[in-house]
């Protein structure tokens, strides 16, 4: 099926994207809904032949079947032998999802109650500090998806916050820890251990270092929850069982800010927000499980993503929010998509085809400041994706919300219609060049144009909006990862540097290990 794309790309890929819009329904024809999200990709080169050779492609690569095996529970993390259940975290409680033939649905529910019920209690005082005053503040220590989350959509929900100022712990370097202990009181501080695993070495080291900080307060366990799979490893750090907060591992880092990993975001807006964000992200499972073909928005968002790397062949793609608070958004999809799906083995151990691009971006309008240069006239082609509310947290100024939006559409539009050499001229002349200094001038002034991007706008960043967004972007990579036949569950391209990190601390302190090649030998002199 890649080859009857390719084949058919060849035929069209020199048209502009711009006269398609002679179809005067195009936006309609290329623009899919779900929940509060629109997707238009009306500005990408896929016309009705190729949507339906990707639609055709996705059936034989039967997403349909894995998509349904997914929220069914089966062991689809066939490199861990794991079921991929993250969806259930967002279930409501009536529902049933069977995992080794249990329900899991009662177990989550219970986990979410004690997590309300631990959050209401710091954020009213209830649960204080060891001396007896409330916690004013949390620090999330954890890092990859037991931080990445949390802070992404921490910060999303700026206007939510109602409960404990919330900070972010994850790198070993003690830059990260100084600079975020150094303006709090330990005294009215409540540090949330987050891992998975409970063996990650940056946030074991960081952890170590806050009970330090916290040595002088009357009763440091007092001041610790943790956030794990591994309870035996959290009761051997010293804290509590009752302020241990347990999943199971079917749940990946990177898909784990649902649940418990989730804490300090529902520390910070509160167990009602927090129930809004899980019924968002759930709305957006039942579209994904529940809508066929062209009309599903996540099949949609992967196919254009296919589309763009395996049979346009470009190698990243760019996710531009003009929503300020979405600042952390393309870090977080990193993880996502690049953990999941950078993968060259396919299920079968065979090699793949081209798998997940480098996924990067900021907000707008700060990349439009820095970067956007290369995406309007450098050698690559780049798809842009946009993502603009409707309307802003800040009434008062929506005039500037609406200077964004204009800015955000201007972008997209440059890219679809470039400005051609003869406008270009014009506009060297206006400036008083003539002869070969004005066309020499003017070719520095023309845009190709022709470069795709999609826009995704929703009504406001609400708590359940952040979670649609979310939740598309997890199953548009759970849909081109099961095209591309690779696990998007496991992250084996992670282990190598872990452990020669290991091995290298002892030459880092002044041991000698043989065998090392010239290079870093050089450097463990340099940095001694
Ligand atoms: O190093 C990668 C990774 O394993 C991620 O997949 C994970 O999100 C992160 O480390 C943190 O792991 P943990 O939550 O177990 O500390």
Redesign the pocket.
């Known amino acids: 099926m890649f080859q009857s794309l390719s084949t058919y790309y060849e035929t069209i890929k020199n048209r502009k994207i711009v006269d398609l819009f002679e179809d005067t329904n195009r936006f309609e024809n290329f623009s899919v809904s779900a929940g509060d999200l629109t997707i238009d990709y009306s500005k990408t080169n896929i016309d009705d032949m190729a949507r339906k050779l990707l639609l055709e492609l996705a059936s034989e690569r039967k997403i349909a079947r894995k998509r349904d095996e997914m929220f069914a529970g089966k062991p689809i993390n066939d490199t861990e032998g794991r079921a991929v259940l993250h969806t259930a975290l967002r279930a409501p409680r009536d529902a049933v999802i069977m995992e080794d033939g249990q329900n899991v649905v009662p177990e989550i529910h219970k986990s979410l109650d004690d997590m309300a019920e631990f959050c209401e209690a710091v954020r009213s005082g209830k649960i204080t500090a060891s001396g007896g005053e409330a916690f004013t503040d949390v620090v999330n220590i ?5 931080d990445l989350g949390p802070v992404m959509a921490t910060i999303a929900l700026a206007p939510y916050h109602n409960g404990t100022r919330t900070h972010f712990v994850s790198n070993v370097d003690s830059a990260h820890i100084n600079d975020v202990l150094k303006n709090l009181n330990p005294e009215t501080t409540l540090v949330l251990i987050a ?3 409970f ?2 070495i940056e ?1 074991l080291t960081n952890a170590k270092t806050a009970r330090e900080w916290l040595s002088n307060v009357k009763d440091a366990n007092q001041h610790f929850a943790a956030i794990s799979t591994a309870e035996d490893k959290t009761s051997a750090f010293g804290i509590a069982s009752d302020r241990v907060f347990g999943f199971e591992d079917w749940v990946g ?2 898909y784990s800010m649902w649940g418990p990993i989730g804490l300090s975001i529902m520390l910070a807006i509160g167990a009602d927000a927090f129930r809004e964000f899980l019924d968002g992200a759930h709305q957006i499972d039942q579209h994904f499980q529940n809508t066929a073909g062209a009309d599903n928005a996540a099949i949609t968002l992967a196919l254009t993503g296919i589309w763009h790397r395996n049979i346009c062949g470009y190698p990243t793609r760019a996710v531009l929010p003009y929503e300020q608070r979405l600042l952390r958004l393309p870090a977080y999809l990193q993880q996502l998509d690049m ?1 999941s799906n950078g993968k060259s083995v396919g299920k079968n151990g065979q090699a793949t085809e081209k798998t997940g691009p480098i996924v990067w971006g900021e907000p707008g309008t700060n990349g439009q400041h820095a970067f956007y240069q290369l995406i309007h006239q450098g050698t690559d082609v780049i798809p842009c994706e946009f993502l603009i509310a409707k309307e802003a947290h800040e009434p008062e100024l929506a005039h500037q919300h609406d200077l964004l939006k204009a800015n955000c559409l201007a972008q997209s539009r440059a890219l679809l219609i470039g400005r051609d050499l003869d406008e270009a001229l014009k506009i060297a002349k206006s400036k008083g060049y003539t002869g070969a200094e004005a066309e020499r001038q003017a070719a520095h002034r023309v845009f190709e144009g022709n470069r795709p991007s999609l826009t995704i706008t929703y009504p406001k960043l609400t708590p359940s909006v952040l979670g649609q967004i979310i939740a598309l972007y997890e199953h548009r990579v759970f849909v081109e990862g099961a095209i591309w036949g690779i696990n998007s569950f496991d ?1 084996w391209g ?1 282990e190598l540097g872990k452990e020669l990190a290991v091995q290298l601390l002892p030459a880092v302190e002044g041991h000698k290990i043989e065998g090392l090649d010239g290079s870093t030998q050089g450097l463990l002199k340099l940095l001694k």
Do not use: L, N, P
């Open positions: 954890g890092i990859g998806g037991s891992s998975k695993t063996t990650t946030t880092g990177r953990e992250q992670v």
